[in-house]
C-alpha cells in the first residue's frame, strides 16, 4: 500500500511511483469516485471528448472499434471527458458554450 498525507491545506502529494503509473503531470485532472463500499478510487482524469468519437453506432450499439478500443465507456466517462475538455477550452481561453 501507498500513503500520502495531507497538508493543513487539504493538499496530497501523489507520490512518484502513482504520478508514474498514472501519467500525471503539473496540471492534470485527478478523479476520485466513491466506490459502493465507502471507498474511493483515485483515476487520472481528462482525456478529448474526442476519444469518444465512434464508439456507437446510430442505432446506438457498441461499434468493433468502441469493443477493442474502450472495452466500456460509462456515462461518468463521458462526463468527466467533457467536463475536463471545458475546463481545458476556458484555461485556453475558448469559448466552450453551445453555438
Do not use: W
Not at 501507498?2 to 500525471?24: N, S, Y
Not at 466500456?72 to 466517462?77: E, I
Request: glycine letters at 14%.
Amino acid at each position: 500500500m501507498i500513503l500520502a498525507t495531507m497538508t493543513t491545506k487539504g493538499q496530497l502529494t501523489v507520490p512518484k511511483e502513482v504520478r508514474d503509473e498514472l501519467g500525471l503531470t503539473a496540471g492534470t485532472a485527478v478523479s476520485f469516485a466513491r466506490n459502493a463500499d465507502g471507498t474511493y478510487t483515485l483515476a487520472r482524469g481528462g482525456g478529448s471528448v474526442m476519444a469518444l468519437a465512434g464508439c456507437l453506432t446510430p442505432g446506438g450499439a457498441a461499434t468493433s472499434r468502441a469493443a477493442t478500443s474502450h472495452a466500456t465507456t460509462s456515462l461518468a466517462a463521458m462526463e468527466r471527458a467533457i467536463s475536463d475538455g471545458a475546463i481545458a477550452g476556458a484555461m485556453l481561453g475558448g469559448d466552450s458554450s453551445p453555438s
